[in-house]
């Protein structure tokens, strides 16, 4: 049997990685977008425009970091957070209205298809993210690889083959 450290180098972003993709427009309302992230399951998506093409990135954290600087903006100078239950960290009822394009991340961290893991690994923690976004030679989201899917990539090697982690 191979060493789970050599499965692991020879395996390549398109053996763990998500697809198809959920994706969100960046017309569509922040709230309609918090619809498509509960009804999917997930936690973030590339935002594409109106030809497919990934412009940014939507996550929990940009709503979470819009209503953290709504509560810094009502206590003035003063910056202190107070832990807030999940269901308030997503409520959309200030900014339900306003275009997922105003709110998304616009830095996309993308990688190739046939990229080595461990490459993908490394930018994900210097980039300090946590999914890496997959396109095609158009720029169009063609599949995600998350920290879970590296997680399952890492528990995978001890006992899959190297050509397809289950998942």
């Given at each position: 049997?191979?060493?789970?450290?050599?499965?692991?180098?020879?395996?390549?972003?398109?053996?763990?990685?998500?697809c198809p993709v959920t994706?969100?427009?960046?017309?569509?309302?922040?709230?309609?977008?918090?619809?498509?992230?509960?009804?999917?399951?997930?936690?973030?998506?590339?935002?594409?425009?109106?030809?497919?093409?990934?412009?940014?990135?939507?996550?929990?954290?940009?709503?979470?970091?819009?209503?953290?600087?709504?509560i810094d903006g009502d206590?003035?100078?003063?910056?202190?957070?107070?832990?807030?239950?999940?269901?308030?960290?997503?409520?959309?009822?200030?900014?339900?209205?306003?275009?997922?394009?105003?709110?998304?991340?616009?830095?996309?961290?993308?990688?190739?298809?046939?990229?080595?893991?461990?490459?993908?690994?490394?930018?994900?923690?210097?980039?300090?993210?946590?999914?890496?976004?997959v396109v095609d030679k158009?720029?169009?989201?063609?599949?995600?690889?998350?920290?879970?899917?590296?997680?399952?990539?890492?528990?995978?090697?001890?006992?899959?083959?190297?050509?397809?982690?289950?998942?």
């Open positions: 049997m191979k060493e789970p450290q050599d499965i692991m180098l020879r395996l390549r972003v398109e053996d763990v990685m998500s994706t969100i427009s960046s017309n569509n309302t922040m709230s309609e977008a918090a619809d498509i992230l509960c009804h999917q399951s997930v936690t973030g998506a590339p935002v594409v425009d109106e030809l497919g093409r990934c412009v940014g990135v939507l996550s929990g954290t940009d709503f979470v970091h819009n209503k953290a600087s709504e206590l003035g100078s003063r910056h202190v957070l107070t832990q807030p239950s999940s269901k308030e960290a997503y409520r959309t009822e200030d900014i339900g209205h306003n275009l997922v394009r105003y709110h998304m991340s616009p830095a996309v961290q993308t990688v190739d298809r046939h990229a080595p893991i461990p490459q993908a690994a490394r930018c994900m923690c210097q980039e300090h993210v946590h999914r890496l976004i158009q720029g169009n989201p063609c599949g995600i690889l998350t920290s879970l899917d590296l997680i399952a990539a890492v528990i995978g090697s001890n006992i899959n083959s190297p050509t397809k982690v289950d998942r």
